[in-house]
């Protein structure tokens, strides 16, 4: 193991140290000077991901009175950009994060930065997203275990595309292979549009995408679904199979929602933490969710955090075989 490697994994046990919000309590409503809330996201504006964060905020502004919410984006560095920002800035409540996992817990091992994770309050999850398995609906694979049977004859014969690595949807296409114990030609490109785009040319046999980044096109007949890394069938997609009912245990998803810096005040935490289960449980919100492709799930943050522990584990093991860049550095 290298000295890179051991620091990661050294990190680890330090950066599950990361603080995390109480249950949601009912909050006073605010009284003098409107607030100023500046939401932080970690991706270019008009991106998939970016489209999904201010659908939320639509969603979330109606249960914030007198607040006033901006949005800034800061894209870069696979996400780090925006979380470094978001632990750095002033815990005096001016400034919030959208927040996700696996991401988080990527960058704390491949950048060996357990303070990424130290420096925030995950305050709750909002949204779940499954990574879907796609293959061009011209020429469509027939399921994901054609895939690994396929690349175990020839992996170079069965391009599978992702976007860039270190991104939730590339870190559960090596945890595909580790599972199979087949090589695969992985093969990554600069964003999920890019890799949506070569699926669709037919440049890669199949791609590993966000479920939101590739609904429209599978419902539009442009991209088969041949399977779903998750325990149990997507309400809209209910003829597309699970990974697991194939003898693959593999459930990968997108986990989204609001982080503070430590030390912001307790009432505004409070204030957001009932704000986000109320969208997370609103049953509109709910219904557009899933036909964008993810679910409206709340979870709050002590339970977000023990999961993003769990996950954190399990990708400090896929980096000592299966580093997803070629350095720490990035």
């Known amino acids: 193991m290298t000295g890179s490697r051991r620091h990661v994994l050294a990190g680890l046990a330090a950066s599950a140290a990361i603080t995390f919000a109480p249950a949601p309590t009912r909050a006073a409503q605010p009284a003098g000077p409107r607030r100023h809330l500046t939401v932080l996201l970690g991706f270019p504006e008009g991106s998939g991901p970016d489209k999904v964060a201010r659908d939320f905020v639509g969603f979330l502004a109606p249960h914030l009175p007198g607040i006033d919410l901006a949005l800034r984006n800061l894209p870069g560095d696979a996400g780090r950009t925006m979380l470094a ?25 491949d950048r060996a930065e357990a303070s990424l994770s130290q420096r925030l309050l995950l305050i709750g999850q909002v949204e779940r997203e499954p990574i879907a398995f796609v293959s ?5 694979a027939n399921s994901i275990q054609d895939i690994i049977q396929r690349a175990g004859d020839d992996a170079g014969a069965v391009p599978l595309g992702t976007p860039p690595p270190g991104s939730p949807p590339h870190l559960a296409a090596l945890r595909l292979q580790v599972l199979a114990q087949t090589q695969l030609n992985i093969v990554t490109f600069p964003s999920p549009e890019a890799a949506r785009q070569a699926v669709l040319a037919s440049n890669v046999s199949a791609a590993a995408l966000g479920l939101s980044e590739a609904i429209g096109d599978i419902n539009a007949g442009n991209l088969s679904a041949i399977g779903i890394a998750a325990r149990r069938r997507f309400g809209l997609l209910p003829d597309t199979p699970v990974l697991d009912e194939g003898g693959i245990p593999l459930s990968a998803f997108i986990r989204r929602g609001i982080a503070v810096p430590v030390g912001t005040p307790p009432d505004l935490v409070a204030l957001l933490a009932k704000a986000l289960q109320a969208v997370a449980e609103d049953d509109v919100f709910r219904a557009q969710a899933e036909a964008s492709g993810y679910y409206a799930a709340w979870e709050d943050g002590a339970t977000w955090v023990d999961q993003m522990q769990t996950e954190q584990a399990a990708l400090a093991k896929l980096w000592e075989t299966n580093p997803w860049l070629s350095s720490s550095a990035g």
């Open 85 to 109: 920002a978001l632990g750095d800035a002033a815990p005096n409540g001016a400034t919030a994060g959208w927040v996700m996992t696996p991401t988080l817990p990527a960058r704390v091992i």
């Open 136 to 140: 061009p609906s011209s020429d469509p």
